[in-house]
Structures are given as C-alpha cells and as structure tokens.
C-alpha cells in the first residue's frame, strides 16, 4: 500500500497523559498537513509542512500540540497532558508540488481515533 | 475569510435515481474546490477538484460537480446513485491566491442511498 499511513489507529488514555501519534506520507510528497475532526464536524486544519519546516499552524494547535518532520519523511503529532476535549479523529495529509500551476490535491491517511478518559 | 457551507446533514436518494450534495463557498479571491468522501472509521479519499476553466468537472466513481461561480456553488452530483455511495461527503474550499496550505471544510452531508 503506497498510500499515507498513521500509527496507531486508537489510542486511548487518561486524562493529563502524553500521546503521540505518527503518520508516513505517501513517498516523495514534500507536502504534510495534520488536520482534527471531531464527531459531526468536518476537519479542522492543525499545522503544515513543506519537506521539515512547519510553515503554518492554526490557533486550535495550543502550547499542549507539536509536531515536528525531521528529515522531511514521517511527521509526529505529540499532545502533551491531554483533556478530555482533545478526544477526537487526528487526520494526516500530504500532497506533492504541483508544476505548471494549479493547486496540489491533499490525500489522507485513515486517521487517528484518540479518546482521552 | 474562507469557509464552506453544507446546507443539508442528510440527503437521502433511491438506487438509480440521480444524486446531488449540495456545497456553497466563501473565499475573498477566486476559488480552488474539492470533494472528499469519508467511509466509516475511515479517512477521507479524494473525488475531483476544480482549478479553472471548464465548470463541469469529473471525478472517480462516476461523479461530478457544477462550479457556478455567480452563485458560489460547487454541488456535487451523480446521474444514477448506488447504495454504495452511501458515505459522508465533504467539500473543501482554498484560496486561489494562497495555492498551499490548508484547505476549509464544511460539516459534511451524510448521503444514504437506499435499495
């Protein structure tokens, strides 16, 4: 399967504990996005990379959220002394450079479920 | 500001009977759109996307959306609707001047389409 790939599929902890999850882009995308969705809402942009630099972050991504791509490959999402409200469906995206203009096309992962008791 | 709207949580269709979801959009310049349906417990998969040009634009499974630009529209369609259709649809909305980046959702239509 050459698509994007996200470890684990579930996880669920208790409250004020650490997480990460992983995701692996599809190869040779230098693109990377991390979106949420929680139940009966669309996804929610997280953060964005292009090859390793973060180079957009949205207001949701709070002091608790990082997520880094070192060597511009696989990405990590860490969320730090977790609350109940960031139970929620974490989404990976990447897309490759377009040429010739137009706008590149997100392909996702199968997502993350993080349920935080 | 960029956003989407999806009037309708639920469309409901027969087998065989022509489909359509719904999408209108706000950005500030002209507009890249896209639709994405999501299976249960599962991630989103691309269907088609509008750059420019032709407003009638195809996508995989036999679908296609309308892009009308004087009313802000994207709608997706499908001329003979399978249960197999039967998913959460969503559709997405960039800037064309901000050609990377995140992409606005809306909230979904969850599409039955019965036997």
């Known amino acids: 399967d050459t698509g994007v790939s996200q470890d684990p599929r579930h996880k669920i902890t208790k409250r004020g504990q650490n997480v990460t999850f992983r995701c692996d882009p599809i190869s040779e995308h230098n693109r990377l996005y991390w979106y949420r969705q929680t139940l009966g809402q669309g996804p929610e942009f997280l953060t964005y990379f292009q090859n390793e630099a973060q180079l957009e972050k949205s207001r949701l991504l709070s002091d608790r959220f990082s997520a880094e791509r070192p060597k511009g490959s696989f990405s990590t999402l860490e969320i730090q002394r977790t609350e109940q409200g960031d139970s929620a469906m974490y989404l990976c995206a990447s897309s490759s450079r377009m040429t010739g203009g137009g706008t590149d096309t997100q392909y996702f992962g199968p997502g993350t479920r993080l349920t935080v008791l | 500001a960029q956003s989407v709207a999806q009037p309708e949580d639920q469309v409901n269709v027969a087998e065989g009977n022509p489909l359509t979801v719904k999408c209108t959009y706000s950005v500030s310049g002209n507009p890249y759109l896209f639709w994405y349906v999501q299976y249960p417990n599962r991630g989103l998969q691309f269907l088609l996307k509008y750059i420019t040009g032709d407003n009638l634009v195809k996508g995989s499974y036999g679908f296609e959306a309308e892009f009308n630009k004087s009313q802000t529209s994207f709608h997706l369609k499908k001329p003979s609707a399978l249960v197999s259709d039967s998913a959460l649809y969503f559709c997405?909305?960039?800037?064309?001047?901000?050609?990377?980046?995140?992409?606005?959702f809306g909230r979904g239509t969850q599409l039955t389409v019965w036997p």
């Open positions: 997405a909305v960039r800037d064309m001047g901000k050609a990377l980046g995140r992409l606005y």
